[in-house]
C-alpha cells in the first residue's frame, strides 16, 4: 500500500490521477493533495466525488517528505524544477509529468509499454519523466512497427485539444465558442491561454519559437521519441497544431520503413501491442475520433490507431492515424502506470 502526493491536484491531469487512483490502478494507503495556497480548503473528494483515502488538500510547504512512497507532479515545469528534486533527495520516488528532467541522462523517460526496462532499478535521481502527451501516444504507436520493419524516420503533425492548456484552455473554448456562436463576425482576442483565439479555428503554433521557427512542442517531438525508443538518429519532422477540440489528441503519423510491410502485417503487429485499438476498414467508422474515444472510459485508457495505409508506389512507406486521450494516457494514466511498474518491480514501498 502506497502513500502518494498528487502536486497540482486541483488542475486538469491532477484531477484525472485522483480519479485514476480512486479507480484502484495502484494500492494506495494514502493519497494527499497539493496545491496552491488559493486552493486552502478545498473538499477534492467531495467536489470529484472520490471515496479514496483522501488526505487534506496542503501546500508544497506544508508537505511532509517522510509521509511518502510518490509524489506525482503535474504543476508545470518552474514548479518541478524547484521542488521535485527536494522531495527526491528524501527519497521520494518523484514521477514528473512536466518537460524540467526528460532530457536529463540520469532521468528514465519512460512509457511502461514500450521501454520498460528503464524502470528495472530504481534511478540514482530519484526522478522519472512522463514525456509530452503527444509523444505518448506517438511512441506507442510507433513501437511496434519498428519492432515489425524497423523506423527510418518519422513525419508527424498532430491536431491537440484544449485541455492540453488545462483547465484555463478548456474554459477559453467554451467562452470563446459561445461568443462565435452568438456573433458569427467575432474575432476574439489574442494573448489567451493558446496565444490566439481558437474556437472555430486553428493554432498553428504551441509553445515559443526558437530561431529556426520550431516551437517548444515540436522540439518535445522531434527529442523525447528517440530517447523512449533508443534511436538517437531517428530523423523525425513535427508539426504542432491546436485544434477546437475539447479533449484528445490525434496525429496523422507519415513513417519510412528499413523493410517492405503490408497494411495487414502492420495492423496485426499493432493489435498485438497492450492497451492499443486497431480501427479496420471492415469496421464501422473505420478511423477513430476524439469525441467516440473521449466518451466511454475503457476507450480513454487506449491508443486508437486506424487508417493504416502502405503507398502502392513504395511498400517501406506507411501512413497512420492516431488518437488518445491526452489526459489519461498522454499524463495521468503513464504516469501512475510508472508507479505500477516500479512497485511490481520491487524497489517502491
Known amino acids: 500500500m502506497l502513500r502518494i502526493a498528487v502536486v497540482g491536484a486541483t488542475g486538469a491531469v491532477g484531477r484525472e490521477c485522483l480519479a485514476l487512483l480512486d479507480g484502484g490502478i495502484v494500492p494506495v494507503e494514502q493519497v494527499v493533495p497539493v496545491g496552491s495556497a488559493r486552493s486552502a480548503g478545498r473538499d477534492l473528494g467531495r467536489e470529484l466525488g472520490l471515496s479514496l483515502p483522501l488526505a487534506d488538500l496542503v501546500t508544497l510547504d506544508e508537505l511532509d517528505p517522510r509521509d511518502l512512497d510518490v509524489a506525482v507532479f503535474s504543476a508545470g515545469a518552474e514548479i518541478s524544477g524547484r521542488e ?10 518523484v514521477v514528473d509529468n512536466s518537460s524540467a528532467f526528460r532530457m536529463r541522462p540520469d532521468v528514465p523517460l519512460a512509457v511502461p509499454q514500450v521501454n520498460p526496462g528503464v524502470l528495472d532499478d530504481r534511478p540514482a535521481s530519484g526522478l522519472v519523466a512522463n514525456p509530452n502527451c503527444s509523444t505518448i501516444q506517438l511512441v506507442r504507436a510507433l513501437h511496434p512497427v519498428h519492432e515489425l520493419a524497423g523506423l527510418e524516420s518519422v513525419v508527424v503533425a498532430t491536431y491537440q485539444a484544449a485541455s492540453g492548456g488545462g483547465v484555463r484552455g478548456l474554459r477559453e473554448l467554451t ?35 526558437d530561431a529556426d521557427g520550431f516551437t ?9 521519441p528517440r530517447k523512449i525508443l533508443g534511436l538517437p538518429d531517428l530523423r523525425v519532422s513535427a508539426t504542432a497544431v491546436r485544434v477546437p477540440v475539447f479533449d484528445c489528441h490525434s496525429e496523422a503519423v507519415h513513417v519510412a520503413l528499413r523493410e517492405p510491410v503490408t497494411a495487414a502485417a502492420v495492423e496485426e503487429a499493432l493489435a498485438a501491442a497492450p492497451g492499443l485499438r486497431v480501427h479496420r476498414r471492415s469496421h464501422s467508422p473505420s ?18 490507431v486506424g487508417r493504416v495505409r502502405v503507398e502502392p508506389e513504395d511498400e517501406r512507406a506507411l501512413a497512420l492515424w492516431v488518437v488518445a486521450d491526452n489526459l489519461w494516457v498522454g499524463a495521468a494514466l503513464n504516469a501512475l502506470q510508472i508507479v505500477e511498474l516500479a512497485a511490481k518491480n520491487g524497489w517502491l514501498g
Do not use: T
Not at 84 to 93: I, K, P, Q
Not at 216 to 224: F, G, N, P, T, Y
Open 84 to 93: 521535485a528534486e527536494r522531495l527526491a533527495s528524501a527519497g521520494v520516488l
Open 175 to 209: 467562452e470563446e465558442s459561445r461568443a462565435v456562436l452568438d456573433d458569427p463576425r467575432a474575432q476574439g482576442v489574442s494573448g489567451g491561454r493558446f496565444g490566439q483565439p481558437l474556437a472555430f479555428n486553428l493554432v498553428p503554433e504551441i509553445g515559443l519559437q
Open 216 to 224: 517548444h512542442e515540436e522540439r518535445k517531438l522531434v527529442r523525447e
Open 287 to 304: 478511423y477513430p475520433m476524439p469525441r467516440s474515444v473521449f466518451a466511454r472510459r475503457e476507450d480513454r485508457a487506449l491508443v486508437h
